[in-house]
């Protein structure tokens, strides 16, 4: 059985080397196929890693609070650039007096708006950050030089500003900052501090920051009184859930919605860790779908197969009679064709698996290169399917060709033109 399957080996290799390039072109749809399948799933890994090395910077011990009701699981539709004004400052306070919610560590609450900043002849325009005095124990960062301001500032409506590294060098270039005074609209504020380069976090590029006491930004920039958002760092990621209930038991009972009423929240609390959760989930849904739109390809390329092999039936038909003659039985002609099929489609495989190894390994070097923290990924399971696919396609539309091929009778095929 060992010798006549090795001669049917020979067999079909000898037959495709005779047609080297049809060979090849057959090939094609299946390189493609299972290549796009490998790039696709390395990219969407790299594009996932990516997101969620960018909110993991942020810690999993954070939890935001944003205005309006998420609904069905989804984002409250503040997100969406509407305007909800039913979380107050006082209500930052109350969160980080610690009373009700003992694992806040502390709170930064915020109120922004859109700004040009002045200096002399040079111009920033930015969006201005009203922030509690609480930013640096939650958010993070080193001040370069010059302070934070204070709770006094903070509640006195102090005219004094904190410059990410990014908005000094545009206004002051290497020009001392600290101590000069900046216009935003008919107001002159005193730079007090510069943050060290930090970077882009979470998508946030915090030298752009421009931040100033919070209740300054809502009485004399903005006119409002409600706030965009806060953010409260908790001090265990176990305690992240309980925290959750606190807050939310919190704000529930400051906004008068009780269990009885049957009232929908009008905020919405999630955590660092859910989003991590649910952007995995959406990634992942999106990745395996893109994935079989291209194994989809491998159908296409599987009909490539069967076309070429139903004519390589008629061009050797004299030579299956003359085998069948001699005394080959249907089922090695069959296996001869077969075995051929299923060659070119794992030739294919192997070489699209290296195609898309090569390519997501560029697309991972240039993303790199460009500073995003871009993993390259090459998963076993995408390798194994493609293989796998190609094989099966191989086998799938080789079975037709193989099969009329076995059927031939030897009179009629010898008898061919």
Known sequence: MFTHLTQTIKTAVKALLTNKMRSFLTMLGIIIGVGAVIVIMAVGAGAQSLILNQVSALGTNIVGVLPGNSGNDGPPTSVMGIVITTLTYDDALALAQKINVPDIMDVVAYSTTAATLEWGTNSFIGTLSGCTTGYMAVEGGELAEGRFFTKDEERN???????GSDVK?????DSEAVGQ???IKTHSFEVIGVMKERGTVAFQNYDNKILVPIK???????GVDHI??????????????????DMKATLR???DISDSSGASDDFTVSSAAQALDMITTITNALKYFLAAMAAMSLIVGGIGIMNIML????????????RKAIGAKNSNILNQFLLEAITITVLGGVFGIIGGVFVSFLVALIANYLEYDWSFVISPLSIVLAVGVSAIVGLVFGVYPASKASKLQ???ALRYE
């Open 311 to 322: 004519v390589s039936v008629s061009e050797r038909t004299r030579e299956i009679g003359l």
């Open 410 to 412: 030897p009179v009629e």
């Open 253 to 255: 009972e400051r906004h």
């Open 157 to 163: 409506l102090s005219k004094v500003i904190v410059l």
């Open 228 to 245: 965009s958002l806060l953010r409260a760092k908790i001090n265990s990621s176990e305690n992240v859930k309980k925290a959750i209930d």
């Open 216 to 222: 300054t930004v809502q009485k004399l920039i903005a």
């Open 169 to 173: 060098n545009d206004l002051f270039g």
């Open 181 to 183: 005074r900046i216009k």
